[in-house]
């Protein structure tokens, strides 16, 4: 080869290379945007072929408490009453204030919870233990802070204390997972406390510790939410 | 010499050819170079020195040292990919709240602590890890440093863990996961001191402590509290670094308070009391 057109050869090699790695962070942010992509695609796909929570026409209109954020007062709940169809069934009834929590008031600003998020599922233990299974999006998309998750895990617990009795304490798992935060800062390993007293009226002890082993049944129930998810 | 490596490189020893195998190597390390700066820049942003005007946030005279309470644990939360909360001018509060830690450092050091913080650099150790730092210590307190993405702007709050009961003990050992119980009402006491020294400099932040299940807290086997800032959604950059010295400040001043009350709890167990 002409020693000429070496030099050339080499040069446009060279240039060849600079040019890619300058295009190589570019390239990267294109690949981690298209992964996010996909990943919401299969979560809206699952969520669409979840059963919404029925609301039968033949449900009576009962007005119920729903908690969003206050706009007067900061980092504050506020009680909003709101008429629905609800549910006898204290199941239903729970997805249905907690579908209605999820949607959001008519005052953005207020919302607690990230709109895209959605329930998968909702279980009653004998005990009066709730346990919630919310998708990805309620830790993905919830602004990040103390305040803003406290208040997520807040207007769900009192939301659910003002409308559905028999649920006594709350478990929240995300994805049919146990998670260790919310977003990083609220503890999710524990039973939030929902209602202080059961139907008899009696005052119920501390709902486990964070941080301690959940009882057996609400193990075994978390177990089977977990697999009913993966499936 | 230079032509058995030639050789080796399966070039001829023309000057042409070593004239490509330079060109060659120029590239690789321009390459490199790039790669080197892409990628820790895509992992979780770069650590921006803190400004000028924020290294001088003690400005009250410095205490003597006392018996007790020596160590502060300072947590800047999050860091490595986990950037925290994002906001406007592109301000992640990992890289932020490492300013806020650092000047709070030097207010503290200013009055006698010993500091020693969780996290110097973009890195993101467990909970667990930066728990450990503080337990690791006697006469430690811990202080975790966040800033929410919501929240009135030019506020700051505190955070205590909620009540938490505490476990039969029958060995005299904190357990781990309810590390914080045997602390709170140390927690709560400086908590409240904090809390008063922000409100005072900062309109809008409330007067009193809240409580919150801070998942960081909870683990921590010392007088413990999360400090939050609002927030990233501030319209320039400059409004959170106003903030700088006057958190640091009223921090170190909430700590002077409380030196005085600091006494390691005692853990009641069958036959006597142990000291974690």
Known sequence: MNPKWTVWLGGVLLA???????????????????????????????????????????????????????????????????????????????????????????????????????????????????????????????????????????????????????????????????????????????????????????????????????????????????????? | MA????????????????????????????????????VPRQAGGTNSPAPKALQSAAIFPPQAQHSGLNIVVLDPAHGGTDQGARGTEGISESDEVLQFATATKRALEAQGFQVILTREGNDNPSFDDRSARANAQRGAVFITMHIASTGLTGTARVYVEPEVPQANNITGLIPWDRAQAPFL?????????????????????????????????????????AVEISSVSVKERSELDRMVPGVAESIARGLVEFRPSYVVPTIPVPGGSVQP
């Open chain 2, 3 to 38: 032509f058995r490596f030639g050789i080796l490189l399966g070039v001829r020893s023309s000057p042409t050819s070593w004239r490509i195998l330079a060109g060659a190597l120029v590239a690789a390390v321009v390459c490199s170079v790039a790669i080197a700066w892409a």
């Open chain 1, 16 to 231: 060849a290379v600079i040019a890619a790695a300058l295009y190589f962070p570019a390239l990267r942010r294109q690949v981690n945007k298209a992964k996010d992509l996909t990943e919401k695609t299969a979560e809206q796909a699952r969520r669409e072929l979840l059963p919404v929570a029925p609301v039968s026409t033949g449900d009576p209109m009962v007005k119920v408490k729903m908690f969003w954020g206050s706009r007067r007062q900061e980092g504050e709940l506020l009680p909003v009453d709101v008429e629905l169809p609800l549910s006898r069934d204290p199941v239903l009834r729970a997805k249905q204030v907690l579908n209605t929590l999820l949607a959001g008031p008519v005052d953005a600003e207020s919302r607690t919870l990230p709109p895209d998020a959605a329930l998968l599922a909702f279980y009653i233990l004998h005990d009066g233990t709730g346990i919630a299974d919310f998708s990805d999006e309620i830790r993905t998309s919830i602004p990040s802070g103390i305040q803003s998750e406290q208040l997520a895990v807040e207007s769900i617990t009192r939301t659910l204390e003002a409308n559905v009795p028999q649920v006594l304490r709350l478990k929240i798992l995300i994805h049919g997972q146990e998670a260790d935060t919310l977003a990083g800062h609220v503890d999710l390993t524990q039973l939030f406390r929902v209602n202080a007293t059961d139907a008899a009226g009696t005052q119920l002890d501390n709902p486990s510790p964070p941080g301690s082993k959940l009882p057996a049944p609400i193990r075994k129930a978390v177990e089977t939410v977990r697999k009913a998810t993966k499936r």
């Open chain 2, 185 to 225: 009402s140390l927690s709560r006491k400086m908590g409240e001191m904090v809390q008063q020294e922000l409100s005072k400099r900062f309109k809008g932040s409330p007067d009193t402590l809240q409580t919150a299940p801070v998942r960081q807290l909870r683990t921590t086997a010392a007088p413990a509290i």
